[in-house]
């Protein structure tokens, strides 16, 4: 089990109380160029404990290691920095991957460092783009829903994760934003998972109940 999985693990003992099984996976079906995980059977019993998967890129890799915004973030950022035919190639890739790894294709795609220079109407295959801040719909249709996205994994700089809390609360203001937690391997070796555990506690007995990005795109159709 790689480390990843663990947290994976430690994240599914901790929600499921909250959230039952209403928890989205996103997955890198070839992580840095590998597909280590593919014949792992801990990892596949893992994924079958979310609702929900979504794909998070190809590699999740900057090809350009040495951008400002790729040295911050560890080179997570994959697609900045690409043009339009490259972004659509990795995607397209992701995509097969994907299918390959679960059996079908992914309904919506969560960008490798909130990073997705073009449009969500550009990714034919999908069905909706979960970016920081909104939740767009793929089709020529369709409003993007207001997110408060909560994130702590803002790369090399750990501290910038408190900043990233800040922001969630500051997107909740003024605009009918819907709740959003993100939560990174990364979240719990910097002591940021237990934060989020305690949002997510607030969020639900407070009255909010948890939904799939798929379900929320589902209601913002019928206008509820």
């Known amino acids: 089990i ?8 430690l994240y599914a003992d ?49 090809a350009q290691p040495l951008r400002p915004l790729s040295l911050l973030t560890g080179s997570a950022d994959e697609l900045r920095g690409l043009d339009e035919l490259a972004i659509l190639h990795r995607v397209a890739r992701g995509q097969d991957e ?33 970016r920081f801040g909104r939740l767009e719909p793929c089709g020529a249709q369709g409003t993007p829903q207001a997110l408060a996205t909560f994130s702590w994994d803002w790369g090399r700089l750990g501290w910038l994760g408190y900043a990233g809390e800040c922001l969630g ?18 979240d719990v070796r910097r002591g940021f998972f237990e934060r989020a555990v305690r949002l997510i ?3 639900v007995h407070s009255g909010h109940r948890p939904v799939s990005a798929a379900e929320l795109v589902c209601l913002q159709e019928a206008g509820a």
């Open 2 to 9: 790689t480390e990843s999985n663990v947290h994976g693990v």
């Open 201 to 203: 506690e607030t969020l």
């Open 98 to 130: 994907f299918r390959e790894l679960m059996g079908r294709e992914a309904e919506g795609f969560l960008p490798p460092a909130w990073q997705l220079p073009i449009r969500a109407s550009r990714l034919s295959r999908l069905k909706f783009v979960l």
């Open 14 to 62: 901790r929600l499921d109380p909250l959230l039952g099984s209403r928890m989205s996976a996103a997955i890198v079906p070839s992580w840095h160029g590998t597909h280590a995980c593919r014949s792992n059977t801990a990892y596949r019993a893992l994924l079958s404990r979310f609702s929900e998967h979504l794909l998070h890129g190809w590699t999740h890799l900057s």
């Open 169 to 186: 609360h500051l997107q909740r203001c003024g605009r009918q934003a819907v709740p959003c937690v993100a939560i990174h391997p990364v």
